[in-house]
């Protein structure tokens, strides 16, 4: 039987063309099941302030930091969604007094926006590495700072980024999970060509590197949503992003929820998917089902309920 068409962008693959028993069994978990689904190489973790949400969440960077040296660099991957915990990390590393540059730590973004074939610069608004720099890498003391040519972005060359995953170790990848159930920016595919009737198997997706990308419907209006104001016309079309290919490189995939991106529903179906091994590249989280170590971290406030309520 042929899937069927998404109701969101009927052009594209999504969550709404999968079967509907599994989207039902989603809908219906409680923070007691939701806990339960934590399983060797998947664990569940939730938080009961804002404030230790994203301090955990900060942490990481530390943590992944504290283990590199010069002669065996270490990198953490981060996100832009989200973003609180990025002055967290400043003020954590000034604190402690953690020289960056003395460790040979390093960081990688995780995506940029691209307007007419080309990533955007810094000058651009809405610019992903422009926010890792103002909220985080610019507030640390100077003294304790990385250098620049330690911050990698998926900008210009990116067969550079790419490699650049090959010769430094990837401790942690950070992530959110926008309403299309992506991390980065590996959203589901169109429905064209090859892709009409069946989305690509999770092994083919998962073939994917550090790429440029066309955006799926849905997360051009979550990020008018999180980040404009709702202004859509605001939002590029297409982005960078970091891909699969270097995501399996990461040792740990950490993904935070605080429960702004996606929305209740969302939170429940990917947990489900990784959970019981249920890939499908229409959710790209599910895909992570097969990554070894991977995290799912919740604020309690930001499950929410998937019930019925009129506003």
């Known amino acids: 039987m042929s899937r069927p068409l998404s109701k969101l962008a009927p052009d594209w693959w999504d969550y709404t063309t999968l079967d509907p028993d599994l989207l039902a069994e989603a809908a219906a978990l409680d923070e007691k099941k939701v806990r339960g689904l934590s399983r060797q190489g998947f664990q569940i973790h939730f938080y009961d302030t804002v404030e230790d949400f994203y301090l955990a969440e900060a942490l990481e960077y530390i943590e992944a930091w ?32 953690l020289n960056l540059k003395k460790l040979g730590a390093h960081f990688w973004g995780m995506d940029e926006w691209v307007i007419d074939g080309e990533t955007v610069s810094m000058d651009h608004p809405l610019s992903f590495a422009r926010c890792d720099q103002a909220m985080c890498m610019d507030r640390i003391d100077k003294k304790l700072r990385m250098p620049q040519e330690n911050l990698h972005f998926p900008i210009g060359d990116l067969e550079a980024y790419r490699k650049s995953y090959d010769h430094i170790r990837c401790a942690v990848m950070q992530g959110g999970q926008g309403e299309i159930k992506h991390w980065a920016f590996n959203d589901p595919v169109e429905r064209k060509g090859k892709y009409t009737d069946v989305p690509p198997s999770p092994a083919e997706y998962r073939r994917l590197a550090t790429r440029k990308v066309k955006l799926h419907p849905v997360t051009i209006i979550q990020n008018a949503r999180t980040s404009g104001g709702g202004n859509v016309a605001l939002v590029p079309t297409h982005a960078a992003t970091v891909g699969p290919e270097e995501t399996w490189k990461a040792e740990r995939v950490s993904i935070w929820h605080p429960g702004h991106h996606d929305n209740p529903f969302g939170l429940r179906l990917t947990a489900l998917m990784i959970s019981e091994r249920l890939p499908d590249s229409a959710v790209p989280m599910s895909l992570l089902a097969d990554h070894p170590n991977v995290h799912f971290h919740y604020l309690r406030g930001g499950l929410g309920h998937v019930k019925v309520e009129m506003h």
Do not use: F, H, K, Y
Request: glycine share 12%; charged share 15%.
């Open 66 to 97: 504290r283990q590199s040296s010069p002669d065996e660099p270490v990198g953490i991957c981060g996100p832009i969604g989200p973003t609180e915990q990025l002055p967290l990390v400043a003020r954590l590393v000034n604190s402690m007094g």
